[in-house]
Nanobody, 126 residues
Framework: QVQLVESGGGLVQTGGSLRLSCAAS????????MCWFRQTPGKEREAVAS????????YYADSVKGRFAISRDNAKNTVYLQMNSLKPEDTAVYYC???????????????????WGQGTQVTVSS
């Protein structure tokens, strides 16, 4: 089992920045990919950015390319999401997810991830 704990959400004005963190614990050797998803009421959860836990290759949704950056610190078993130039449409609950080899397939899909954090709210005011 893997446990994921997110932190770093909050309220920010349009154009501002936030950094989300996701700390993994437990059987972290089983992690092949980690991904940030987000969800707003009435909508499906969408993948924002993912990172290959071993190779470091990254994926970004078109809506966040050039504004968000995902990174990892394997020594700390932590993945980060640096979010810059935030827009009101970025408002959502952000979830961290970790997966087995199936999660390396792109684009990331919710069903390929085995472990999920509790979510952290990001609100961007206009």
């Amino acid at each position: 089992q893997v446990q994921l704990v997110e932190s770093g959400g909050g309220l920010v004005q349009t154009g501002g920045s936030l950094r989300l963190s996701c700390a993994a614990s437990g059987r972290t050797v089983s992690i092949y990919s980690m991904c940030w998803f987000r969800q707003t009421p009435g909508k499906e959860r969408e993948a924002v950015a993912s990172i290959n836990w071993r190779g470091g290759n990254t994926y970004y949704a078109d809506s966040v390319k050039g504004r968000f950056a995902i990174s990892r610190d394997n020594a700390k078993n932590t993945v980060y999401l640096q979010m810059n130039s935030l827009k009101p449409e970025d408002t959502a609950v952000y979830y961290c997810a970790a997966g087995s080899p199936l999660s390396l397939l792109l684009p990331p899909m919710e069903g390929r991830y085995d472990y999920w954090g509790q979510g952290t709210q990001v609100t961007v005011s206009s």
